[in-house]
């Protein structure tokens, strides 16, 4: 091992519990949606399947930056904190920002939006 080389170590128990909450926030997606998705896709489960898929990019995402060492997070820790600070600046853009329910937050990315916070 690389002197500086800090593994990772997650607890499963936590695992579990993500699971769960993941679990059951889709199970909630899926049964609060049901007549919305039917009236706007035709597809009752519409939603369900759309939130689906964005917690398997954000469960494969957090699964490969779990494999940057701890390193890695560190040197790069001043031009995270940056781009974040970027972002939420940027949604007070006329433009860029994109107002829902009277507060504008979001970045419309054009396939989907980013909330900066």
């Known amino acids: 091992m690389k002197p500086g080389f800090r593994m ?4 499963p128990r ?6 769960l909450l993941l679990a059951v ?3 909630m997606v899926a049964s609060a949606s049901v007549a919305v998705a039917e009236s706007h896709a035709g597809d009752s489960l ?6 689906s898929a964005f917690a398997g990019i954000g469960v494969l995402a957090g ?4 494999l940057l060492p701890l390193a890695v997070w560190e040197r790069s820790s001043f031009w995270l904190l940056a781009l974040a600070l970027c972002l939420l600046a940027l949604v007070l853009f006329p433009g860029v920002g994109r107002e829902v ?3 504008r937050r979001w970045i419309d ?3 989907m939006q980013v909330q900066a916070s």
Do not use: D, M, R, T
Request: net charge negative; charged share 10%.
């Open 8 to 11: 990772i170590e997650i607890e």
């Open 46 to 51: 519409h939603y369900f399947y759309k939130q």
């Open 63 to 66: 699964s490969l930056f779990l």
């Open 14 to 19: 936590v695992l579990w519990a993500a699971g």
């Open 25 to 27: 926030g889709l199970v």
């Open 101 to 103: 329910n009277g507060a």
């Open 109 to 111: 990315l054009g396939f």
